[in-house]
């Protein structure tokens, strides 16, 4: 979360055009200013505006040692709470990562990890920052954590306590996995908007009978409702159809984007178009027309061709 | 230095395309990848390719107090060597600028700050990582300045005087300005091409017969010759054209870029043929068109229109 996205490192690229030139974008120094940003044109263009070949990416020194944060929370929403609060008391975590009770259940009786009877939704963040500012900057967090509804928070002092917290997350997708199959959503929104939204992926979850798991790169204010349906249930795929879509319209209301991370491709093409205004699609399609004048890159995907 | 440069900063815009309509990018979150990078494509397109008419940017919480570190060198290259191996040391300053001995010279005369009888290169250099570890970090600066040739180098524990440091740079240009007309470079190059560029400058001033004062905000190895020349002197003008674009080779030579922050302009556009390859100012002519059929928005700048 402190660090940005890998986009952010990405400051030069070798391509190949859409008419077969290989060419040369960006730079190699820390800062330059020459020409249109065609590195940050072509991130993220999943194939569309040309082939990447070579990545240049900026490095950072290695970071500084983690303390880890836990606070376990009564219900999904009061952990929404303590993002907005955590970031409006100042703090910039390293991580700031938010697992639900229907994961934390997966992942116990998956693994037997014992979490799901200590919470309903856990947040576990970490603080990077040196010596004394950082021990006190963890405190404020465990204490905004409580200050937010937290049964129980703690700065952890054991680093294998702390990474069997991160080991739980990182197991829920693949846990989730074993209970049925995953429709992935990937909203993003203000970092004021996370409890309002969760509360309305909770009650979405309820109109359309679909279970729904949450895991968030809560900080960012970056969801990921996981929609749960059993293979060959037609009409329970149909109900999470519905929901999927209607998280959507939830959190563009609430100023969000419907693709934090994950991209467009087939799956959150009608979310563009939902999120983009006529105008701008038909930049995007300019711009398609000017680099790619034959079609021929990954065509048909990121939004539609045509009007 | 430490956290980028504006552009980084910049997350949504609302701009007028070349076809008149009034169109939203970008985000308000902290994350998304909804389609192609617009933001990203208009911020440093020097009004080529829209008006822009409102600015969404992102903030960071107020920073930490800084200490700064001043180091006083023999020489530009022994400086230039010093910006190296703050890097190579694994130091992230907040800043760290470089004044040479015209610049220290021309703000004494104005200002009488009695710089320039102490130092030939001045470096400043900024800390802001909190605590014990700052300390250290600022104290391994200064070791590193001495073990680079500083005759002086010292963590400054007057705020008054650090201040006056970096006032001295903030003065540079206009007390140059009070000696002639002057002709501002701007190439960056890799942290560790920075001595050996500045060695080519200060042979490519005595080649030409000009006077080059150099500031710099050397940690991102972002350069500011100054070439500076007599109001009416048509022969200086003519050497001091024939250095800036020598100072230009020396950069792209050097695996640089001709400019690191002012941008293109026309100052910089043969700067930029030199630096892109013919198919990528190809594709800089297909987005002009895509996103500027009429050719209204600045037209002529930044690239040549035609090959």
Redesign the interface.
């Known amino acids: ?1 402190k660090y940005g ?1 890998t ?2 490192y990405v400051i030069g690229l070798e391509f190949v ?1 859409g ?1 077969g ?1 290989l ?3 960006g ?12 590195v ?2 072509l ?3 999943e194939g569309t ?1 040309g082939i990447i070949t070579e990545i240049t990416v900026k490095l ?3 970071r ?1 040692p983690e303390r880890t944060i836990a606070g376990y929370f009564p219900d999904l929403v009061s952990a929404g709470r303590a993002v907005t609060a955590v970031a409006a008391a ?3 975590p390293s991580a700031l990562e938010l697992v639900d009770r229907t994961c934390l259940q997966a992942v116990d009786d998956w693994k037997n990890m014992g979490l799901s009877t200590e919470a309903d939704t856990v947040l576990l963040g970490r603080i990077d ?6 021990d006190a900057e963890a405190a404020l967090m465990e204490q905004v954590f409580s200050d937010s509804g937290a049964g129980f928070a703690v700065v952890s002092s054991d680093p294998q306590e702390a990474e069997l917290l991160f080991a739980a997350r990182r197991l829920a997708y693949p846990a989730l996995e074993r209970l049925g199959d995953v429709l992935t959503e990937d909203v ?4 004021s908007q996370v409890a309002p939204v969760l509360a309305e992926i909770q009650a979405i979850a309820a109109r359309h009978d679909t279970v729904i798991a949450n895991i968030a ?1 809560a ?4 969801l990921h409702p996981l929609l749960i349906t059993q293979p060959g249930d037609a009409a329970a795929r149909e109900r999470a159809q519905l929901a999927f879509h209607e998280i959507i319209d939830v959190a563009l209301a609430a ?10 491709g087939l799956l ?1 093409m009608d ?2 178009h939902a ?3 006529a ?6 399609r ?2 398609k ?3 790619d004048p034959a079609g021929i890159l990954n065509p048909g995907k ?2 539609r061709a045509h009007g």
């Not at 920052?129 to 950082?134: E, H, I, K, R």
């Not at 900080?219 to 970056?222: K, L, R, V, W």
């Open positions: 979360m996205v986009r952010d055009t008419t030139d060419v040369r974008v730079r190699r120094t820390a800062k330059g200013v020459v020409g249109y940003d065609l940050g044109l991130v993220g263009s505006l950072r020194p290695l500084d100042g703090l910039t920052t040196p010596g004394a500012q950082g993003c929104v203000p970092k790169h900080g960012d204010g970056n100023g969000g984007t419907v693709t934090g991370e994950h991209g467009v959150k979310g563009l999120e983009l205004s105008p701008v699609v038909e930049l995007h300019a711009i027309s000017a680099m990121v939004f």
